[in-house]
């Protein structure tokens, strides 16, 4: 019952992170519409790294749902944090062993090359679906290079340091 309860407490604060995040998110403003960066997909990595496989996909998709109702993600953002999710967590099930501090910055920078490959290429699909030339999904992604680079800089930067902090969370819950 009390790992229920804990485990019950821990997706209620990511959820809440994740929607705090998402409000804060840098937005683009394109001709379709805008495109958010996908900060909060942060909290779903770090989770995941930190609680396991089954609470982050509850945490990412949760938090994906409410998020889109809200208005605050689009296709592009659900896309790239589910398909990011699903590449760390397949790395992370390839090992054993807990995940040391180095490894959870090799994760980061994983996530965060992911994020930035996977928002560009969003850009140049919405850009060509835009009016058929890839020179518009050449501009759409010119204009989203600023933020795609952020959100991959912030991932590799924040992914270790907040999934330590879920550990200690953790370790204070229990």
Same mark, same amino acid.
């Given at each position: 019952?009390?790992?229920?309860?804990?485990? #019950?407490?821990?997706?209620?604060? &990511?959820? &809440?992170? /994740? %929607?705090?995040?998402?409000?804060?998110?840098?937005?683009?403003?394109?001709?379709?519409?805008?495109?958010?960066?996908?900060?909060?997909?942060?909290?779903?990595?770090? @989770?995941? %790294?930190? %609680?396991?496989?089954?609470? &982050?996909?509850?945490?990412?998709?949760?938090?994906?749902?409410? /998020?889109?109702?809200?208005?605050?993600?689009?296709?592009?953002? $659900? =896309?790239?944090? %589910?398909?990011?999710?699903?590449?760390?967590?397949? *790395?992370?099930?390839?090992?054993?062993?807990?995940?040391?501090?180095?490894?959870?910055?090799? $994760?980061?920078?994983?996530?965060?090359?992911?994020?930035? #490959?996977? /928002?560009?290429?969003?850009?140049?699909?919405?850009?060509? $679906? $835009?009016?058929?030339?890839?020179?518009?999904?050449?501009?759409? =992604?010119?204009?989203?290079?600023?933020?795609? =680079? *952020?959100? &991959?800089?912030?991932?590799?930067?924040?992914? @270790?340091?907040?999934?330590?902090?879920?550990?200690?969370?953790?370790?204070?819950?229990?």
């Amino acid at each position: 019952m009390r790992k229920t309860v804990k485990n #019950v407490a821990t997706v209620i604060i &990511a959820v &809440a992170l /994740m %929607l705090i995040i998402a409000a804060i998110s840098p937005q683009i403003i394109l001709p379709t519409g805008s495109l958010v960066a996908p900060l909060a997909g942060i909290i779903g990595i770090s @989770a995941l %790294l930190t %609680l396991g496989i089954p609470l &982050a996909i509850l945490i990412i998709v949760i938090g994906l749902v409410i /998020m889109y109702l809200q208005g605050t993600a689009n296709d592009e953002v $659900f =896309v790239t944090i %589910l398909v990011t999710l699903i590449v760390v967590a397949w *790395l992370r099930n390839r090992q054993s062993s807990p995940v040391s501090h180095q490894q959870l910055i090799l $994760f980061g920078i994983v996530a965060g090359i992911l994020t930035f #490959v996977l /928002m560009e290429l969003s850009l140049l699909v919405a850009g060509w $679906f $835009f009016d058929g030339q890839w020179s518009t999904g050449l501009a759409f =992604v010119r204009l989203g290079l600023s933020s795609s =680079v *952020l959100a &991959a800089l912030l991932y590799g930067i924040l992914v @270790a340091p907040i999934t330590i902090a879920w550990r200690k969370l953790n370790q204070i819950i229990s």
